[in-house]
């Protein structure tokens, strides 16, 4: 899906996950979908191996982390000319397609469906869709197009 960026608005978003964490394996095909579909910059660190994220990604962190008093999984922060926006949680990561809308992209909505599927009926979806398998093949929850 082709995106529509306004001219001289650089968006940024910096993404923090675990891999044992279950609400973001529910986030990651959502994550990757904008990462492929969108020209927005993604950078993105597990925080399981905290120390081999970037400078600029441990810097957010610890600036989220004063400003909230806490950090979690998965998180979010959108940084457009300096100014930051942080979603913390499956619930509101998944708001991060209203907020690239207002900002002008055209991103497909995705909604969390909560059903359990098979690895084989995951696999057999995401083959007839053309997409990428999921990358955890943990398949316990799905992330699907409206």
Do not use: W
């Not at 095909?29 to 660190?45: A, E, H």
């Not at 992209?105 to 009926?121: A, G, L, N, P």
């Amino acid at each position: 899906m082709a995106c529509v960026q306004k001219a001289g608005e650089e968006v940024k978003i910096y993404y923090f996950y675990s891999p044992t964490c279950p609400n973001c394996r529910e986030v990651e095909p959502f994550i990757s979908y904008l990462k492929n579909s969108t020209d927005v910059s993604f950078v993105v660190c597990n925080v399981k191996n905290f120390d081999s994220c970037s400078d600029e990604s441990k810097s957010v962190a610890k600036s989220v982390y004063k400003k909230l008093g806490f950090f979690g999984v998965p998180t979010a922060v959108v940084e457009v000319k300096g100014n930051r926006t942080v979603f913390v949680g499956k619930y509101e990561v998944l708001r991060l397609s209203e907020f690239l809308e207002r900002m002008g992209y055209k991103v497909e909505r995705i909604e969390i469906k909560e059903k359990k599927y098979d690895v084989s009926e995951c696999l057999n979806c995401h083959r007839e869709r053309k997409i990428p398998p999921p990358s955890t093949f943990t398949c316990s929850y799905c992330c699907h197009f409206s």
